[in-house]
C-alpha cells in the first residue's frame, strides 16, 4: 500500500502544508476558462498518476489545493468501471439531508490514516460550467461523500475536522474496509 510519501513523491500536497487550509479562489468563468481548462489537465493527469500506484475502490477525488492551485476546481471519479469522471468548479453545497451516515474515508494528503467521517446522504452542490452557466446537481451515498470530501478541500477544511469529537484516525494497517466498497 502507498504511504503519504509516496502521495508526495507523486506531487500531492500533504497535512501541514498552508494551502490546504486556505478556501480556494473561485474562477470568474467565463473569462478564465482557459486558465480553468489548463488546471483541471493538471487535476486529471494527478488522478491518473495517484491511480498508477493504488486502486480505489471507492472511488477517488482531488481538489486544486491538493496539488498546489489555490483554486476551486475538483474532479471526482466513482469506483464503478466506465463512469466518468466529475468536474467540478466552483461548487457549493445548497442543500444537503439532514439524514446522515458515518464511513470510513481517506485522504490523499495524509494517506497513512483512516478516520469515521458523518456525511449527508446527499447533497445539493452549485458548479458553474466553463462557459459560465450555474448548475445545481444531486450527489448521493458515496458519490455524495466523495463530493463533500473535496468540496470541503476547497474551503480549507480536512475530514478529520469533521470527525465526532473524541473519535481520532486509525492507521491504515487498521482499517479493513480496503477494497471494499462503502455501506448505504
Known amino acids: 500500500m502507498p504511504d503519504s510519501e509516496t502521495m508526495r513523491g507523486i506531487g500531492i500536497t500533504q497535512l501541514g502544508d498552508p494551502r490546504l487550509r486556505v ?7 467565463p473569462a478564465e476558462a482557459t486558465l480553468a481548462r489548463g488546471q483541471l489537465v493538471r487535476l486529471l493527469v494527478s488522478m491518473r498518476r495517484v491511480s498508477e500506484v493504488h486502486v480505489f475502490s471507492k472511488g477517488m477525488g482531488l481538489a486544486a489545493p491538493q496539488i498546489g492551485i489555490g483554486r476551486a476546481a475538483a474532479v471526482v471519479r466513482p469506483g464503478e468501471r466506465g463512469v466518468a469522471a466529475t468536474v467540478l468548479f466552483n461548487p457549493s453545497v445548497v442543500d444537503a439531508s439532514r439524514e446522515t451516515d458515518e464511513q470510513y474515508e481517506g485522504c490523499l494528503s495524509f494517506f497513512d490514516v483512516r478516520g ?5 446522504l446527499w447533497i445539493d ?3 458553474t460550467s466553463l462557459t459560465g452557466r450555474s448548475t445545481v446537481t444531486r450527489f448521493e451515498n458515496g458519490l455524495a461523500r466523495l ?14 475536522d469533521r470527525m465526532r469529537p ?3 484516525p486509525i492507521d491504515v ?3 479493513h474496509g480496503t477494497g471494499s466498497a462503502w455501506s448505504y
Request: hydrophobic content about 35%.
Open 116 to 120: 469515521l467521517v458523518p456525511r449527508s
Open 147 to 160: 463530493v463533500a470530501h473535496e468540496i470541503d478541500h476547497l474551503d480549507g477544511i480536512v475530514y478529520t
Open 173 to 175: 494497517t487498521e482499517y
Open 23 to 29: 478556501a480556494a479562489e473561485p474562477y470568474r468563468l
Open 166 to 168: 473524541g473519535i481520532r
Open 125 to 127: 452542490v452549485r458548479h
